[in-house]
């Protein structure tokens, strides 16, 4: 499974030039799905907030802080994992193949990425190996929880919608689910996610 659910991360390229980068975060939240770019976390249930993360840091490539294509939506856990780490400190060369990135809105980012039937992120190939081990530490962190968070989100932000016009089996799953999602959320929020 895609660390994206069935979402398709895409930036827009007919975007307005900004002087401030953050100006570009309502267009960042729409183009990323509400969701961080790296891990898939849902904005709802990031309990620290989402970011906006410079793909190639500002440090290696200064002259692309405003450059929305280089701008990921990031939660705040996956945005100060990665912070100014870039290996292969050529602004021009995400990664060697061993260490390094790929662009969450590149369709090759599956190739190195995904989920497991739990919800748990994996990698398959040594750059994933790096961005889960070493980069964004998903080994440590409670990757299945957080998809289950953000799934369990999403469905009841649908059960939502004209809840008292529905049938008593779905108004009672509804309920079900909402416990579960306040208990899971209460654990987040002790890991700190």
Known sequence: ?????????????????KKNYQRYRPELQED???????CGKHE???????RIDHFVPQSVDPGRITDYQN????????NSKKYEHWPTN???????????????TDVTYDT??????????EYYTEVGKFMF????????????????ASQMYELLDALDKNLEKKPKSERDRYI???????????FLFEWKE
Not at 32 to 38: L, P, R, V
Not at 90 to 104: L, R, S, T
Not at 112 to 121: E, N
Request: with cysteine; charged share 25%; net charge positive.
């Open 176 to 186: 079900k689910v909402s416990l579960e999602f306040r208990q899971l959320n209460k």
């Open 44 to 50: 709802l249930v990031s309990h620290d907030g989402m």
């Open 133 to 148: 081990e070493k980069a964004f530490r998903f080994d440590i962190r409670p990757t299945a929880q957080i998809w289950k």
């Open 71 to 78: 701008l990921v939506y990031a939660c705040f856990r996956c």
């Open 90 to 104: 050529d602004k021009n060369i995400p990664n060697n193949g061993n260490a390094g990135f790929v662009d969450p």
């Open 112 to 121: 190195h990425l995904g989920r497991g039937v739990d919800g748990s992120i």
């Open 1 to 17: 499974m895609r660390i994206h659910g069935s979402k398709i991360l895409q930036r827009r390229t007919d975007i307005k030039a």
């Open 32 to 38: 990323f799905c509400h969701i961080c770019g790296y």
